[in-house]
T-cell receptor, first 115, second 112 residues
Framework: NAGVTQTPKFQVLKTGQSMTLQCAQD?????MSWYRQDPGMGLRLIHY???????DQGEVPNGYNVSRSTTEDFPLRLLSAAPSQTSVYFC??????????????FGPGTRLTVT | DQQVKQNSPSLSVQEGRISILNCDYT??????FLWYKKYPAEGPTFLIS?????DKNEDGRFTVFLNKSAKHLSLHIVPSQPGDSAVYFC???????????FGTGTRLKVLA
């Protein structure tokens, strides 16, 4: 099992550019999520999905779009990058039990810099 | 408004001694708590969890204690080892919401 994989590992964007951060998992987890980690802020939830075709917003969704067409993949799109989106982005997945999730498995992260 | 707080940004402990990492929360509706460990340039990895129906959970060298009345949880590592040096995050969630709120992390350094 590869677990949760993320690409790219590093990315530099100019303000206004768009890009997609890729995330895939091979554990057949229903639940997937995206977090950003900023200094002194911990991990903050951006968007999450409880299954293919179902997504919802987390704490800091503005400026980001997601979709979930398959169980395995959960890409995060930045439509018009801003310097405030400079951060480390983590994708995670988990089994869900009814409306509960337990421990999440995290990918290695994507370090994004917007100039 | 930070609902989950880790007030100690860093902690240094001698190898073999006990490490105690603390976490406070403000939302009394939280009923499930987790600890994650994170090494540099890697994603967080799950360490241990506890639900609100318990006040203690053990897994090897790691024990989590929950004090619901104080809205406080702590992670004890005994004995501490140099490989435990990492950033530790606590997270809290409420059943049925699919969301966890993470603390800001505590950097633990175990000195050999």
């Amino acid at each position: 099992n590869a677990g949760v994989t993320q690409t790219p590992k590093f990315q530099v964007l100019k303000t206004g550019q768009s890009m997609t951060l890729q995330c895939a998992q091979d554990m057949n987890h229903e639940y997937m999520s995206w977090y950003r980690q900023d200094p002194g802020m911990g991990l903050r939830l951006i968007h999450y999905s409880v299954g293919a075709g179902i997504t919802d917003q987390g704490e800091v969704p503005n400026g980001y779009n997601v979709s979930r067409s398959t169980t395995e993949d959960f890409p995060l799109r930045l439509l018009s990058a801003a310097p405030s989106q400079t951060s480390v982005y983590f994708c995670a997945s988990s089994y869900s039990f009814g409306q509960d999730i337990l421990e999440q498995y995290f990918g290695p992260g994507t370090r994004l810099t917007v100039t | 408004d930070q609902q989950v707080k880790q007030n100690s940004p860093s902690l240094s402990v001698q190898e073999g001694r006990i490490s105690i990492l603390n976490c406070d929360y403000t939302n009394s509706m939280f009923d499930y708590f987790l600890w994650y460990k994170k090494y540099p340039a890697e994603g967080p990895t799950f360490l241990i969890s506890i639900s609100s129906i318990k006040d203690k959970n053990e897994d090897g060298r790691f024990t989590v204690f929950l004090n619901k009345s104080a809205k406080h949880l702590s992670l004890h590592i005994v004995p501490s080892q140099p490989g435990d040096s990492a950033v530790y995050f606590c997270a809290a969630g409420r059943s049925g919401t699919y969301k966890y709120i993470f603390g800001t992390g505590t950097r633990l350094k175990v000195l050999a």
